[in-house]
């Protein structure tokens, strides 16, 4: 039996086999004929517990996909009623052991993506520990042709590495191994993921799948803040991709449930569409707009000045002053004063975190004093914290009682130890340190950063994962108490730059840290690939200003701050009157086009860089507005001679206003639907506003 079940402008499909499981995908909600009975029941929630049996096919240690607990899970009933939230439909399955599961799919209003979780409930009598489970798993891929849809299928995945966040890969599934073999049998399976507290290294949980002949394309995400899987699989005809929590093999995650208990896994985020892999991606980001907080569902984004690329971790009363000296009056929302404020005279700053004293030889009347000098200023004040983590050179990094061990010795990395964010003692100290800090001094912004992973997990749970899981689950619990507890603030979300750049964080912050990469020349690539994964409103882009820097430097990277929340830091003390007239009149232009960065989709354009540490001929993009603007941004990379660009415009448009350094002959043709630009250099960029 198959059932369509409408979801906005997309489709639930529900395949009832004979003896009882079911499967589940989604389609775009248009009439086409699709083949779904050539494949075999792929159920919709993929479950393991210990003792279970792996399937057929040489599967075992790889995945646990199809496992013998997953396959005897029956259909019990489907119920669909419309909520507050929108549109739910909740599936219930369950095996004769009393194991039963509800998956459930929510359909936000006017929301082009879905949200699917799974919850697991025991209803046996003994207890059960999971080893494995899904958040989501489409199967039947592709329904648009009766054969396996050889050489139409390609995987789209994003790498990640430090300072090189967000990279586009696109694979073939012939590429990858996964056609069914002449038999099959045989599991083909692609597994890929993150293992640790840093979620975004590696990979960002995100997979998409699409069929190039039908132009359909099946995207997910995953809402988890730490360990997490997506699989691949194909046995036969039909394509599955799953998401979930990182399994035992994979991720050392064992959850035990005793008899009347139940687990929810995280959310993932699905969406499917005919339309482009730009789009594609635009289209999963509704979720994280929906979830935005009534503050955050700005239309103006603000500009923030950052002292760390400034000082390098020395910020003092008497710098602050005389940045502010050079700043104020300047049109920033915001200035923050990153690491070192709390260093030591002997040990430093760099691995003193932990204590949070205020550094009396930097701030000898309290840093108090420097928040009024910025709020004088006509600023806001931020204050950088790695609250999560305990430097070696602190003195709570012999605090042994309270933080994360391993087998009973506690976790090092690098050199730093890591608070059990589980325990109420931590709680009620960090609550001191930060928060009440935090209103004492009248902050209105807090960088939370987080600079090392504890890796597989830790004690204190049935399982190395499901320690760390519960820890970073009590981290975001605590970002939460900070937004309740402090009025008005203001949290940006960093990790070594992008390393939890995940829904689960995104979603607890007001802005994110986009990369590390402070001043190199590939941040507009890199900017420009995160806006596939973060809504642009909240992507925090350093612009790193030098007194060395050519003009055209200085355009380079205010430009390229415009791929979302523009941070200036630099030499702002050494520029000359001509520099920084730039900066301010990028700043000022940026604020024209902020409604357009806030609310807009880009189109981007230019070849694929092959190495983002030898950029090659150039990168454009055209953001296209809600309120009828648009904003264009070219930066010419390495070329030689006169380099002509044409970008094509989707409607008729006038030039409202540009930001440059000499003149780049940029026009708009007689048939108003093609920009026009002329660049010498290499390494300038130019920035456009149409209306």
């Given at each position: 039996m198959i059932t369509r079940k409408p979801l906005n402008d997309m489709d639930a499909i529900y395949m009832i086999d004979d003896s009882g499981q079911v499967s589940f995908t989604v389609v775009p909600a248009v009439g086409?004929?699709?083949?779904?009975?050539?494949?075999?029941?792929?159920?919709?929630?993929?479950?393991?517990?210990?003792?279970?049996?792996?399937?057929?096919?040489?599967?075992?240690?790889?995945?646990?996909?199809?496992?013998?607990?997953?396959?005897?899970m029956k259909f019990v009933s489907q119920d669909v009623k419309e909520t507050s939230e929108g549109k739910t439909i909740e599936t219930i399955i369950e095996n004769s052991y009393g194991i039963k599961a509800r998956h459930v799919v929510i359909a936000p209003h006017a929301c082009r993506s879905v949200r699917v979780f799974t919850e697991v409930i025991n209803n046996s009598e003994k207890e059960i520990t999971i080893e494995a489970l899904s958040s989501v798993n489409i199967s039947a891929l592709t329904p648009y042709?009766?054969?396996?849809?050889?050489?139409?299928?390609?995987?789209?995945?994003?790498?990640?590495?430090?300072?090189?966040?967000?990279?586009?890969?696109?694979?073939?599934?012939?590429?990858?191994?996964?056609?069914?073999?002449?038999?099959?049998?045989?599991?083909?399976?692609?597994?890929?993921?993150?293992?640790?507290?840093?979620?975004?290294?590696g990979y960002f949980p995100f997979a998409a799948v699409e069929d190039k002949k039908s132009g359909v394309i099946w995207a997910l995400s995953l809402a988890t803040p730490a360990s997490w899987q997506i699989e691949a699989v194909r046995i036969d005809k039909g394509l599955s991709i799953s998401a979930g929590l990182a399994d035992f093999e994979f991720g050392h995650w064992r959850k035990t449930l005793r008899a009347g208990e139940s687990f929810v896994s995280p959310e993932a985020y699905v969406t499917a569409a005919r339309s482009d892999f730009d789009s594609a991606c635009d289209r999963l980001l509704d979720i994280q707009r929906n979830k935005l907080l009534p503050g955050q569902r700005v239309y103006e984004l603000p500009a923030i000045f950052n002292e760390y690329c400034t000082t390098w971790g020395e910020p003092s009363e008497e710098v602050i002053g005389k940045l502010l000296d050079v700043i104020k009056g300047k049109d920033f929302e915001y200035f923050l004063i990153d690491a070192g404020w709390y260093a030591d005279s002997v040990k430093g700053w760099q691995d003193n975190m932990g204590d949070w004293n205020v550094a009396k030889d930097l701030f000898p009347n309290g840093i108090k004093r420097a928040v009024d000098m910025i709020t004088s200023a006509g600023m806001k004040a931020g204050i950088w914290f790695e609250l999560e983590v305990v430097g070696k050179d602190s003195d709570m990094a012999d605090d042994s009682a309270h933080l994360l061990t391993r087998d009973g010795k506690v976790i090092v990395s690098g050199t730093r130890r890591f608070w059990d964010m589980r325990s109420s003692w931590v709680t009620s100290y960090l609550t001191g340190k930060v928060i009440d800090f935090l209103n004492d001094n009248n902050f209105k912004y807090i960088k939370i950063d987080y600079n090392d992973t504890i890796g597989i997990g830790c004690d204190g749970a049935e399982s190395y994962g499901e320690g760390l899981r519960a820890c970073a689950l009590a981290t975001l619990d605590f970002y939460k108490?900070?937004?309740?507890?402090?009025?008005?603030?203001?949290?940006?979300?960093?990790?070594?730059?992008?390393?939890?750049?995940?829904?689960?964080?995104?979603?607890?912050?007001?802005?994110?840290?986009?990369?590390?990469?402070?001043?190199?020349?590939?941040?507009?690539?890199?900017?420009?690939?995160?806006?596939?994964?973060?809504?642009?409103?909240?992507?925090?882009?350093?612009?790193?200003?030098?007194?060395?820097?050519?003009?055209?430097?200085?355009?380079?990277s205010v430009c390229a701050g415009m791929y979302g929340v523009l941070c200036i830091s630099g030499d702002v003390f050494d520029l000359d009157k001509e520099q920084w007239e730039l900066a301010l009149r990028g700043v000022d232009f940026y604020k024209k086009a902020s409604p357009i960065i806030a609310d807009g989709f880009t189109h981007r354009f230019g070849p694929f860089q092959n190495s983002n540490r030898d950029l090659k001929d150039y990168q454009a993009s055209v953001r296209y507005g809600q309120n009828g603007k648009a904003l264009v941004i070219v930066h010419s990379f390495k070329h030689e001679g006169?380099?002509?660009?044409?970008?094509?415009?989707?409607?008729?448009?006038?030039?409202?206003?540009?930001?440059?350094?000499?003149?780049?002959?940029?026009?708009?043709?007689?048939?108003?639907?093609?920009?026009?630009?002329?660049?010498?250099?290499?390494?300038?960029?130019?920035?456009?506003?149409?209306?």
């Amino acid at each position: 039996m198959i059932t369509r079940k409408p979801l906005n402008d997309m489709d639930a499909i529900y395949m009832i086999d004979d003896s009882g499981q079911v499967s589940f995908t989604v389609v775009p909600a248009v009439g086409d004929e699709l083949f779904l009975y050539k494949i075999k029941p792929d159920p919709l929630v993929q479950i393991s517990c210990t003792g279970d049996a792996t399937s057929i096919g040489f599967a075992a240690g790889e995945t646990r996909h199809n496992s013998a607990l997953t396959m005897s899970m029956k259909f019990v009933s489907q119920d669909v009623k419309e909520t507050s939230e929108g549109k739910t439909i909740e599936t219930i399955i369950e095996n004769s052991y009393g194991i039963k599961a509800r998956h459930v799919v929510i359909a936000p209003h006017a929301c082009r993506s879905v949200r699917v979780f799974t919850e697991v409930i025991n209803n046996s009598e003994k207890e059960i520990t999971i080893e494995a489970l899904s958040s989501v798993n489409i199967s039947a891929l592709t329904p648009y042709t009766e054969d396996e849809g050889r050489e139409r299928l390609t995987l789209h995945r994003f790498r990640s590495r430090w300072s090189e966040e967000g990279r586009h890969e696109e694979r073939t599934v012939e590429d990858l191994l996964l056609e069914p073999s002449w038999a099959n049998f045989g599991v083909r399976c692609e597994k890929f993921g993150a293992i640790g507290s840093m979620p975004v290294r590696g990979y960002f949980p995100f997979a998409a799948v699409e069929d190039k002949k039908s132009g359909v394309i099946w995207a997910l995400s995953l809402a988890t803040p730490a360990s997490w899987q997506i699989e691949a699989v194909r046995i036969d005809k039909g394509l599955s991709i799953s998401a979930g929590l990182a399994d035992f093999e994979f991720g050392h995650w064992r959850k035990t449930l005793r008899a009347g208990e139940s687990f929810v896994s995280p959310e993932a985020y699905v969406t499917a569409a005919r339309s482009d892999f730009d789009s594609a991606c635009d289209r999963l980001l509704d979720i994280q707009r929906n979830k935005l907080l009534p503050g955050q569902r700005v239309y103006e984004l603000p500009a923030i000045f950052n002292e760390y690329c400034t000082t390098w971790g020395e910020p003092s009363e008497e710098v602050i002053g005389k940045l502010l000296d050079v700043i104020k009056g300047k049109d920033f929302e915001y200035f923050l004063i990153d690491a070192g404020w709390y260093a030591d005279s002997v040990k430093g700053w760099q691995d003193n975190m932990g204590d949070w004293n205020v550094a009396k030889d930097l701030f000898p009347n309290g840093i108090k004093r420097a928040v009024d000098m910025i709020t004088s200023a006509g600023m806001k004040a931020g204050i950088w914290f790695e609250l999560e983590v305990v430097g070696k050179d602190s003195d709570m990094a012999d605090d042994s009682a309270h933080l994360l061990t391993r087998d009973g010795k506690v976790i090092v990395s690098g050199t730093r130890r890591f608070w059990d964010m589980r325990s109420s003692w931590v709680t009620s100290y960090l609550t001191g340190k930060v928060i009440d800090f935090l209103n004492d001094n009248n902050f209105k912004y807090i960088k939370i950063d987080y600079n090392d992973t504890i890796g597989i997990g830790c004690d204190g749970a049935e399982s190395y994962g499901e320690g760390l899981r519960a820890c970073a689950l009590a981290t975001l619990d605590f970002y939460k108490k900070i937004r309740e507890s402090v009025p008005d603030i203001a949290i940006e979300v960093c990790s070594s730059g992008g390393h939890r750049l995940v829904p689960a964080f995104m979603e607890t912050a007001d802005y994110l840290s986009f990369s590390d990469a402070h001043e190199e020349k590939e941040i507009p690539v890199i900017a420009a690939d995160l806006q596939k994964l973060v809504l642009a409103q909240k992507s925090q882009i350093w612009a790193v200003l030098r007194k060395d820097d050519e003009l055209k430097r200085i355009a380079y990277s205010v430009c390229a701050g415009m791929y979302g929340v523009l941070c200036i830091s630099g030499d702002v003390f050494d520029l000359d009157k001509e520099q920084w007239e730039l900066a301010l009149r990028g700043v000022d232009f940026y604020k024209k086009a902020s409604p357009i960065i806030a609310d807009g989709f880009t189109h981007r354009f230019g070849p694929f860089q092959n190495s983002n540490r030898d950029l090659k001929d150039y990168q454009a993009s055209v953001r296209y507005g809600q309120n009828g603007k648009a904003l264009v941004i070219v930066h010419s990379f390495k070329h030689e001679g006169l380099q002509k660009i044409e970008l094509p415009l989707e409607n008729e448009y006038e030039i409202a206003d540009k930001y440059e350094t000499g003149d780049h002959k940029i026009t708009i043709a007689a048939s108003k639907l093609m920009l026009e630009f002329e660049a010498g250099d290499s390494f300038d960029a130019v920035a456009v506003l149409l209306d």
